[in-house]
């Protein structure tokens, strides 16, 4: 398994080109199902996630090319189930049942695993299915859906921790197809399903209301192909703002969406880190001392839960108590024990981590767990004193395209390091 080998201390000047969103693209990747005509999407990054979904598009029978960030899919003869072991090694993969659904009336699909953050239940896709019509049966590990004909219906699809992102992908890419309208109330907001509402409507759909709480789909007879560029990766600009405010440097964020972030510059500005706008670009860097803050994530447009883990990273060299509040998965301080070994003083009180910010982190080889968590320990060998080996980097490679290379043309002194 590959690893970093950080040199820290280096503050990172220079330009950075943000790549498109991980989490737009896949469920954009799962509506080409929707139709036999070819699709072409622009600006996919190049991550193993977005290979997996190509893996998987594959094994339902589409044709697919994927080079130079460009994908072109053909999903012309289709079977309605999928690899399990494929489906079962990536989450993102199970919005590819609405899409399923409404093209074969049918989709038998693996359970998707939980993962390190959380339980990750799907009973509200599943909700959202049943107000459509669907027999829904789960065994052995699948999931058999089958449908006559999905029927257009209203639906509430808020969750405990409010509401679903690929749930709400899902339901929406189902409802397309439906006879009759579906009103999704308790939608996700986020600029991912916004993107995706934007790819369905450009193939025929009628989407309204999508980034707002209710989301109005009238079903339309056929879908047709189209072309889409996918919005820039939001989580990946944070990341990267953050690298820059925690190793004191100046970097300018080229191709990201500051519409998309306000709440991370928001807290971003009250922790000392400056974002200003130049034309389309962001420049970044500190303006004063850093400062201690309180941050609870939320549903889209509050703080991102996948932003979380990179603050924590920042804010363990503010001054002070800082308290990061996780609202959104059961257990998304995984990067809090590898901080730890870094010299970073955190303590666990429930849902919160109490950050004692202020002294400075030394290097020290560190696991990461997840993807957002190993971000986070990136940024904190960036700005501690010498050397630091993030381990099972493959974690990274999930979700960030090619993070060493951006890194060290900022100046960093970063090496991947093939494990023999
Ligand atoms: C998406 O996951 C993102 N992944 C996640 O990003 C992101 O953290 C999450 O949304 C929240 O913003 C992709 O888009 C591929 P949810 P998703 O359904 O849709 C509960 C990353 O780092 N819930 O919005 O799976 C759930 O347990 C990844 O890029 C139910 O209770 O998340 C969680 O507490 C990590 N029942 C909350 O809702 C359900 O049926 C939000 O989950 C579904 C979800």
Do not use: W
Request: proline share 4%.
């Amino acid at each position: 398994m590959d690893s970093f080998l950080i040199k820290g201390g280096v503050p990172l000047h220079g330009e950075v080109n943000i790549s498109g969103s991980k989490n737009a693209a896949l469920p954009i990747m799962a509506a080409t199902l929707l139709t036999d005509e070819p699709c072409v999407i622009r600006r996919v990054p190049d991550l193993s996630d977005t290979r997996f979904m190509v893996k998987i598009l594959e094994s339902l029978g589409a044709q697919v090319k994927f080079e130079n960030g460009t994908l072109t899919v053909r999903a012309k003869k289709i079977k309605g189930y999928a690899d399990y072991e494929l489906v079962r090694k990536m989450r993102g993969s199970i919005c590819i049942a609405g899409p399923l659904l409404a093209r074969l009336q049918k989709a038998r699909i693996s359970l998707p695993g939980g993962c390190i953050i959380g339980a990750r239940p799907i009973n509200l896709h599943l909700k959202g299915f049943e107000a459509l019509g669907v027999k829904i049966k789960i065994e052995g590990g699948y999931i058999d859906a089958t449908v006559k004909k999905l029927i257009g219906s209203s639906m509430f699809l808020g969750g405990r921790a409010g509401p679903t992102v690929l749930g709400t992908a899902n339901v929406m890419m189902a409802a397309t197809l439906a006879d009759g309208i579906t009103v999704i109330e308790s939608a996700a907001c986020e600029p991912e399903v916004v993107d995706l509402a934007n790819f369905l409507n450009a193939m025929g759909a009628q989407i309204s209301g999508a980034g707002s709480p209710t989301v109005t789909i009238v079903g339309v007879e056929k879908l047709h192909g189209v072309e889409h560029e996918v919005i820039p990766d939001r989580i990946e600009t944070a990341t990267f703002m953050v690298a820059a405010g925690a190793t004191d440097g100046e970097v300018t964020i080229k191709g990201g969406r500051a519409e998309h972030l306000r709440a991370v510059i928001d807290k971003l500005s009250e922790a000392g880190v400056a974002v200003e706008r130049r034309g389309a670009d962001m420049v970044v860097r500190r303006k004063g001392k850093l400062k201690p803050v309180d941050i609870a994530t939320l549903p889209y447009s509050g703080f991102p839960t996948d932003a979380q883990a990179q603050m924590m990273a920042l804010l363990v060299l503010a001054p002070g108590i800082s308290i990061i509040t996780e609202r959104i998965f059961e257990s998304r301080f995984m990067h809090v024990s590898e901080l730890a070994r870094l010299g970073a003083e955190i303590e666990i009180e429930g849902p919160s981590a109490i950050v004692k910010g202020g002294k400075p982190l030394s290097g020290a080889p560190v696991m990461a767990s997840d993807l957002r968590a190993s971000a986070a320990l990136v940024i904190a060998g960036l700005s501690a004193k010498g050397s630091t080996q993030v381990n099972r980097i493959y974690h990274l490679d999930r979700g960030y395209e090619r993070m060493d290379l951006k890194l060290k043309k900022l100046g960093a002194r970063i090496q991947r390091v093939q494990e023999k």
